[in-house]
């Protein structure tokens, strides 16, 4: 599998459809696979959704409960319509194809989709690269907004119905990184924390191009009128030279898009990606599968001496997870100390937190170890003003030139004087949230035996580690 798509809540269920080629473990033919959730943590799959037709395979798209039946298409049986939209790509030789955008509509809460008969709903205007729709139901000018990928811009389209669509402008030219093409596009408003104020954002994967190579999602923050995102004056500097905000600096979080139709009452907005990279998706050592999803998220906006910025961190479901806990209120560490060892926790299902306070030197290096000699390091260099991720000593990292490099680095624009840090392991990902998820780095690896040890080096100065807390899942 790779992007998740179509992703809405209804009925007490998180719906999933993924890009799903059911016959091999790389990328073919594309269908929308299904699956479903109470929590976004447990999943249960189902029957494929969507199939490819005469107009195309199924690529990316998202779906929203039409909840006022504006489609009509719940007329006849009085039920709620689940509207999909996707792009349809019609293969006509090598590296040329025809993209286009359909719909497809469900009266069983989104178990079984009758594809529109006057389907594409949006033709093509002769790009090559044309794709991803993502609707969002604009409830400030009460109209569908839809952004999709257009070469390496965003367009954006507006309808009443879902089914005839309007365009509205275009956004991208000269803003951003521009190393590779966009896709998977996403655009929702949001209030930034602690105000009444909204802005829309916009995120938009690129592939190739992201800052530590390959596949990776940056970021807009602005403001829309309907027609038009422009982007907020205090981004304007930030994003000067091709340079671009992402929403994740490790290697492996793509293509990912939030849920449609979350109540208000719960008044979340919940974020999942594809945990790996085109570099070496189709190559990563595994038979029985190929990727997974990252950890579901919460999305916050806010704003930090007058820049607006995007906060991820893990859904509060995890929580319903923890199996053990384990508590460390203080721990000194004057050289390279192991602080947990298995068999007390399992790396292989974890959420590891704690705290450095009062940063004094320069490099914080935290390791995940076994006994033979695989590792995976991580932490933040505090004068030249970076995070890092190290997997270079892994285990199998030699299917992909590119999969260990370089140590994947997430820029900072100064030091800072407190770290906390959140570590959600799994048999073969870290996904890391520094400072209450300001900064998130997401990496694979392929280990040939599990982690069995986890330790900080305090290069020599001594350093004190507050409030670890090790929570063991059970998944
Ligand atoms: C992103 C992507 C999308 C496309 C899909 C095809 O990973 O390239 O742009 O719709 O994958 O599987």
Redesign the pocket.
Known sequence: M??PNGMFFYNGYYHLYF?YYPEGNV?GP?HWGHAISTDMITWTEQPIALYPDKLGDI??GSAVVDLNNSSGFGATRNKIPVVAMY?N?KRLGNDEWLQTQSIAYSLDEGKTFTKYENNPVIENPGLKDF??PKVTWDSIHQKWTLVL?AGDKINLYTSTNLKDWEFQSSFGEHIGAHGGVW??PDFFPMVVEGTNEIKWVLLV?I?PGGLNGG?ATQYFIGDFDGKTFSLDPSFNNDLENEKALWIDYGKDN??GVTWSNIPDSDGRKLFLG?MSN?QYAQQVPTETWRSAMTTPREITVIKNDGQYRLKFLPVRELQNYVSKTIRKNEISITDKTVVAKSPLVDFTKADIQFTVSDLKQDVYTFSLSNSIGESISFGLNNKDHFFFIDRSKSGNTSFSEDFAKNVSKAPLNKNINDLDVRIILDKTSIELFYNNGTTVMTEIFFTTQPFDSFSINANAKPVEIENLIIKQLKL
Do not use: H, I
Request: with cysteine.
């Open positions: 790779n992007d890009q990328w594309m690529f990316s792009t790509s794709r991803d990928a896709e998977c994967s592939n596949s793509y293509a594809w085109w």
